[in-house]
Antibody, heavy 123, light 110 residues
Framework: QVQLVESGGGVVQPGRSLRLSCAAS????????MHWVRQAPGKGLEWVAF????????YYADAVKGRFTISRDHSQNTISLQMNNLRPEDTAVYYC????????????????WGQGTLVTVSS | QSALTQPASVSGSPGQSITISCTVT?????????ISWYQHHPGKAPKLMIY???NRPSGISSRFSGSKSGNTASLTISGLQAEDEADYYC??????????FGGGTKLTVL
């Protein structure tokens, strides 16, 4: 079965960096686009970033553009989110999700989600 | 204000039907036909209930249905059950390769 397992969350000071990872299994990882979605405490869902099946295309929300970088490693079946210059408003549970489109088809909806990893940005 | 506007809360009694609306407030984003709906119980991963306005993923109850009229998409839940109490979010991709979520609607089953 499809599994997505996030790791790397924790408490970090403003301005510092953190790297999240998501281990994928149960499907042909190299076929699928992947995303990160977050939810701040008491707030709604917010899309963060997309990476295409082959890693050639990346898209970002305006709120993180220039600070966050999404990447993928096909040898490890993982995606990562490098978060630099963190701000208190980046405090959230970060979910790894699988796009339901494959290869050249981008669907931007998600049947499979990880359980999330909490990032807290605080001094 | 989000480009996808949802009511903050709706409520209904068991067995009743409720509808949650999602109004597209920005026509420039090209988000007419790609509305999805998610159910989110606190502390759990969100669950896809409807995609591409009308379609249900495998395993989702037929009590959940999606529709669209003009610039408003809707999620209808019929035969309301206690376990339907959750937050519901609409979402859509845009013509600039981003994804927007609505602000979320808290469904209370009375």
């Amino acid at each position: 079965q499809v599994q997505l397992v996030e790791s790397g969350g924790g408490v970090v000071q403003p301005g510092r960096s953190l790297r999240l990872s998501c281990a994928a299994s149960g499907f042909i990882f190299s076929y699928y686009h992947m995303h990160w979605v977050r939810q701040a405490p008491g707030k709604g869902l917010e899309w963060v970033a997309f990476i295409s099946y082959d890693g050639r295309n990346e898209y970002y929300a305006d709120a993180v553009k220039g600070r966050f970088t999404i990447s993928r490693d096909h040898s490890q079946n993982t995606i990562s989110l490098q978060m630099n210059n963190l701000r208190p408003e980046d405090t959230a549970v970060y979910y790894c999700t699988r796009d339901e489109g494959i290869e050249d088809d981008e669907r931007f909806y998600f049947e499979y989600w990880g359980q999330g990893t909490l990032v807290t940005v605080s001094s | 204000q989000s480009a996808l506007t949802q009511p903050a809360s709706v409520s209904g009694s068991p067995g009743q039907s409720i509808t949650i609306s999602c109004t597209v407030t920005r026509s420039d984003l090209g988000i007419y036909n790609y509305i999805s709906w998610y159910q989110h119980h606190p502390g759990k991963a969100p669950k896809l209930m409807i995609y591409d306005v009308y379609n249900r993923p495998s395993g989702i109850s037929s009590r959940f249905s999606g529709s669209k009229s003009g610039n408003t998409a809707s999620l209808t839940i019929s035969g309301l059950q206690a376990e339907d109490e959750a937050d519901y979010y609409c979402s859509s991709s845009t013509n600039t390769k981003t994804l927007l979520f609505g602000g979320g609607t808290k469904l209370t089953v009375l």
